[in-house]
């Protein structure tokens, strides 16, 4: 079936220091959707990518998504503790919305 | 942005017993959706909710232990039936919202349900 590949499962940086997380899909996808998860809430959208090639910023965060319209990425510049969280990719493929595993984001003390 | 208000937030549950989810939308939305999160794990879509006709569910998710209600088109509900600790989740209802087509979606705070 079809699959949405999201690595890695976690990454541990120091504050300040960057983090990326990325999204493959088996699939050509129509769009891709971005969601912030924090510890115990739920998920909250973040944005949405739609053209091959397409790249969105908000402050810190940059979204890119492929010219294949098969993969993308979300990179945090200089992490701050607000950004903890899990990340998930979300794929849109014949309507059908095809979630990434998501990426825990942990600062290290 | 949809307001969606879901309850019970959490329970605990003995097994064999069935519990109902509300989920509350403070406006008209076509579809409502139902995932599922194990803890640690990435979101499962159960069924969509469709008002006036049945749900339709994910392959792996059968009516007879996740019978859906969608009276109208604010309110749903999600049972789960017989439950065994394997059912032990979140559950979160959600919306979607878009100018054209498809959009991003919106959740509920969630359930977080414990059968022991």
């Known amino acids: 079936g079809q699959q949405v590949m999201q690595i890695p499962q976690y990454q541990h940086v120091q504050e300040g220091e960057d983090f990326t997380t990325y999204c493959n899909s088996s699939t050509t996808l129509s769009n891709i959707q971005w969601y912030k998860q924090r510890p115990g809430g739920h998920p909250v959208f973040l944005i949405q990518?739609?053209?091959s090639g397409e790249v969105k910023k908000q402050k810190r965060l940059t979204f890119q998504f492929g010219e294949a319209k098969k993969n993308s990425s979300l990179h945090i510049t200089a992490t701050q503790t607000t950004d903890v969280g899990t990340y998930f990719c979300?794929?849109?493929?014949?309507?059908?919305?095809?979630w990434g595993a998501g990426t825990k984001l942990i600062i290290k003390p | 942005s949809a307001v969606i208000s879901q309850k019970p937030s959490r329970d605990i549950c003995q097994r064999g017993t069935s519990l109902t989810i509300q989920c509350q939308v403070d406006?008209?939305?076509?579809?409502m959706f139902w995932y599922r999160q194990q803890p640690g794990q990435s979101l499962t879509l159960i069924a969509t909710?469709?008002?006036?006709?049945?749900?339709?569910?994910e392959s792996g998710f059968v009516i007879d232990k996740f019978p859906i209600s969608r009276p109208n088109l604010t309110f749903s509900t999600l049972t789960v039936s017989n439950m065994s600790p394997e059912d032990s989740s979140i559950y979160l209802c959600?919306?979607?919202?878009?100018?054209?087509?498809?959009?991003?979606?919106?959740f509920g705070e969630g359930s977080r349900l414990t059968v022991l």
């Open positions: 979300a794929g849109r493929s014949n309507y059908q919305l095809i």
């Open positions: 406006s008209q939305v076509t579809m």
């Open positions: 990518l739609v053209k």
């Open positions: 909710a469709n008002q006036g006709s049945e749900a339709t569910y």
């Open positions: 959600s919306v979607e919202e878009g100018l054209a087509g498809p959009g991003e979606l919106f």
